[in-house]
């Protein structure tokens, strides 16, 4: 989920489609198995004409951190 929410993210950004090509770090943290929604929020790092960059945060119904996806790269595919 957290991907595509970069890929949504980057296509509003760069107005065009793209894939996601890096993730810098992904980080888990400890929790007990949690019962109801997991919210995930994109926060931006970078953008250029071809590019972005997010941090990725899922928090739990108690707004509990649970995981990070950090430096999500996502890169405009080139139009033929």
Known sequence: GGMQLAVLYAQRMLGANNLPTAIASVRHYPA???AG???A????RALSKAASTTDIYFVNGNGQRIAELLGVQNHALAVA
């Open 32 to 34: 007990t198995p949690c």
């Open 37 to 39: 929604p997991i919210i």
């Open 41 to 44: 929020t994109a926060y931006p």
